[in-house]
T-cell receptor, first 117, second 110 residues
Framework: DVKVTQSSRYLVKRTGEKVFLECVQD?????MFWYRQDPGLGLRLIYF???????EKGDIPEGYSVSREKKERFSLILESASTNQTSMYLC????????????????FGPGTRLTVL | DAKTTQPNSMESNEEEPVHLPCNHS???????IHWYRQLPSQGPEYVIH???SNVNNRMASLAIAEDRKSSTLILHRATLRDAAVYYC???????????FGTGTSLTVIP
């Protein structure tokens, strides 16, 4: 079974702190994603990475950065946490697209509920 | 980004079939239709996907309209463990993004 793990299920931080959220997948997937989930807004993509050291902005990258130094690990960094970054953060991974444009599926971790005070 | 429209919530009695609708009128010819679900306190999980033909797997069935502007996820016998938020997503053949909406919250009544 594909396994995506996230470093913490619950995290409480103070405004202005630097926050690291870690995600590890064990299926050698090329693609990794960070989403945040808020009531009434669904899942919104923050950043994704399609290879080591490669990253692309999603829909809401402001206030976040990412790091992918190894294929299995994708980190989300909040440089200076703010209260509006209180949210559920979900990491996902997926294999590369198959030849011929066949589709792929995403595998999600359990999420980290971050509270910024 | 390709948009989908789903009801905010639905209810079903336990052991009865459930039909979860999704409208995607802006679908293009090469978009795949994906369904994911999110159980309480968990990340989303893949349920099923299709392109044009109806699809069945051990979790559910996917019925796709002939014009592909709508689809229906069918749970044949709802159980309490099926209570979740169900997301209908269009997946473009290029690019890496999945666009999740707000989904349908399914309540299963014992």
């Amino acid at each position: 079974d594909v396994k995506v793990t996230q470093s913490s299920r619950y995290l409480v931080k103070r405004t202005g702190e630097k926050v690291f959220l870690e995600c590890v997948q064990d299926m050698d997937h090329e693609n990794m994603f960070w989403y945040r989930q808020d009531p009434g807004l669904g899942l919104r993509l923050i950043y994704f990475s399609y290879d080591v050291k490669m990253k692309e902005k999603g829909d809401i990258p402001e206030g976040y950065s990412v790091s992918r130094e190894k294929k299995e690990r994708f980190s989300l960094i909040l440089e200076s946490a703010s209260t509006n970054q209180t949210s559920m953060y979900l990491c996902a991974s997926s294999p590369p697209r198959l030849a011929g444009g066949r589709t792929d599926t995403q595998y999600f971790g359990p999420g980290t509920r971050l509270t910024v005070l | 980004d390709a948009k989908t429209t789903q009801p905010n919530s639905m209810e079903s009695n336990e052991e009865e079939p459930v039909h979860l609708p999704c409208n995607h009128s802006t679908i293009s010819g090469t978009d795949y239709i994906h369904w994911y679900r999110q159980l309480p306190s968990q990340g989303p999980e893949y349920v099923i996907h299709g392109l044009t033909s109806n699809v069945n797997n051990r979790m559910a069935s996917l019925a796709i309209a002939e014009d592909r502007k709508s689809s229906t996820l069918i749970l044949h016998r709802a159980t309490l463990r099926d209570a979740a938020v169900y997301y209908c997503i269009l997946r473009r053949p290029t690019g890496n993004q999945f666009y999740f909406g707000t989904g349908t919250s399914l309540t299963v009544i014992p």
